[in-house]
């Protein structure tokens, strides 16, 4: 008998328990949040209308990622209830591109030594962190109000901002335009970003930078009074007496025109040239040269104004100003504060579940200041290895970081009874008659208890391995029992036996705790 015979013999359309992530996992998008969150889930999420920190280790496969999706469905519900109080999403957890970029600045070759690779990630900073997340939360911005598809977005849920938003942007006061155009000029990831700050200029009816274009107006047309004083000096002095005086007001008139153009296109653009220069070597996870810096930055109106908010050195003030200035714009279109999304840590190529790897570059936003950001929660998934190398760090380092007020969650842990209703919520989403639901415990022959089945799970800890354990039961009774059997007996053709639960337990019990010694991957 095929597992299909099985799962139709019981109404099921699809099988529950094949599914080992939850981005790929097409029953998990049809359960409800109730059925499928972790008891911990609201003291993750906390309170959305005033935004908190939450720092969350689980083990692969405990639910991270299930989080990660729950979390930014229960952000959209939120904002669809609550429009004056909505909470701007900024996803952080592809971390490849930003690794890869700084450790190009580091030198560091493909292939490269842990050591090498933990040395040259130990001066990975809190600002280059900031940094990295004003790219995402600025470009994800930009593309939205340009209406231009997000990186990342497979979806219409995927987007933030409505037509009322953007609306409510364009009608925004001078400074908060011009703040997101300094923003859009220092951290838009796009190549042609250039461009789209001029579009976003347009966009958002952006008011002209009027000394700026005094001064090029200038430039260009300084030719005139200089023609004026020509024709001036034929007209009013024929026979030349007073040449010499004419001479002087005719060369005054050129060098202030010449002291113009030496202005607008030598002096401004080396200054901007240098501070863009500056700017590239701060933003070490920039994806942009300083030539594209500089040219953005050109478009910003007044920006001598914000020349003190610029990140020219590695001061956290500076960061946190920029990360106000996003607080502003968001505020201007009904957020009232902004969820950053951290996950995946353990992902990108150059860490590849290492933890002395990824020990340098968590570390830095383990820091109260900015995971006690006003209207900013930072919800960080972390992977379990790190809480391993957490309670090896320094009493200082605890102070610094004070997780006593960031709702830690020490450990993501289920228990069999959890597990259990789990996958009789997962069998029940994929039956074709929902108004009859089964238990989990009608799969099994009748010597089987509920407490039995709870036991088992419990030996599995979390979702994944759960679904492991059923899976394997039911190939290895479809495997065992023949077409014929199960019509002979649909009974106990279509129930699965006690011998094989325990076999299969055993089994999947022994690969968990291998897995638990590093002996065996997942």
Request: aromatic share 8%.
């Amino acid at each position: 008998m095929n597992i299909a015979s099985f799962l139709e013999h019981w109404g099921i359309t699809e099988n529950p328990f094949h599914a080992e992530e939850a981005r790929h996992d097409p029953v998990f998008a049809r359960l409800d949040e109730r059925q499928t969150a972790h008891p911990d889930f609201e003291k993750i999420v906390g309170d959305l209308a005033s935004p908190s920190s939450s720092i969350v280790f689980g083990e692969k496969g405990s639910g991270k990622t299930a989080i990660r999706i729950q979390l930014a469905d229960r952000i959209r519900r939120h904002n669809a209830k609550d429009p004056d109080r909505s909470v701007f999403l900024i996803p952080y957890d592809d971390l490849n591109p930003i690794l890869d970029r700084f450790a190009a600045r580091a030198g560091l070759r493909t292939g490269s030594p842990t050591a090498d690779v933990v040395k040259a990630f130990s001066k990975l900073r809190l600002v280059d962190h900031i940094d990295a997340i004003l790219q995402t939360a600025v470009t994800k911005l930009t593309d939205e109000i340009l209406g231009q598809a997000s990186r990342g977005a497979d979806d219409e849920h995927d987007r933030m901002l409505d037509p009322q938003r953007i609306t409510a942007l364009r009608k925004a006061d001078a400074e908060t335009k011009r703040q997101l155009l300094l923003l859009d000029a220092l951290y838009d990831r796009s190549p042609s970003a250039v461009d789209r700050v001029r579009k976003l200029k347009r966009t958002l009816r952006a008011a002209a930078d009027w000394p700026k274009r005094w001064w090029t107006l200038a430039a260009w047309f300084g030719w005139i009074p200089t023609a004026l004083v020509i024709a001036a000096a034929l007209q009013l002095d024929p026979d030349r007496e007073y040449l010499n005086w004419w001479m002087y007001a005719l060369g005054a008139t050129i060098g202030l025109w010449l002291v113009l153009i030496l202005k607008r296109y030598a002096w401004d653009r080396l200054k901007l040239s240098r501070t863009a220069k500056k700017l590239h070597r701060q933003i070490r996870t920039c994806a942009r040269d300083h030539e594209s810096i500089a040219a953005a930055l050109d478009l910003v109106p007044n920006l001598a104004s914000d020349s003190a908010r610029l990140p020219l050195s590695g001061q956290d003030d500076e960061r946190y100003a920029l990360m106000n200035a996003l607080l502003r714009v968001l505020g201007s279109m009904g957020f009232s504060g902004a969820i950053v999304l951290v996950d995946r840590m353990d992902e990108p190529t150059l860490i590849s579940g290492d933890p002395q790897r990824m020990r340098p570059v968590v570390w830095p936003l383990l820091n109260n200041k900015f995971l006690q950001m006003p209207r900013i929660g930072v919800k960080a998934l972390l992977p379990l290895e790190l809480r391993h190398e957490l309670f090896r760090e320094s009493s200082a380092f605890f102070q610094e970081a004070r997780l006593d007020k960031q709702s830690l969650v020490e450990r993501l842990t289920w228990t069999g009874s959890m597990l259990y209703d789990l996958c009789t919520a997962r069998l029940n989403a994929c039956r074709v008659d929902t108004e009859k639901p089964v238990a989990l415990v009608d799969l099994f022959a009748s010597d089987v208890s509920r407490q039995d089945i709870v036991d088992s799970l419990d030996q599995m800890h979390q979702p994944r391995d759960a679904f492991k354990l059923m899976y394997q039961c039911i190939s290895e009774h479809c495997q065992n029992t023949t077409r014929d059997q199960a019509s002979d007996d649909q009974d106990a053709g279509y129930r699965i036996p006690r011998l094989i639960l325990e076999t299969v337990r055993k089994q999947q019990a022994e690969r968990v705790q291998m897995f638990y010694r590093g002996i065996r991957p997942a």
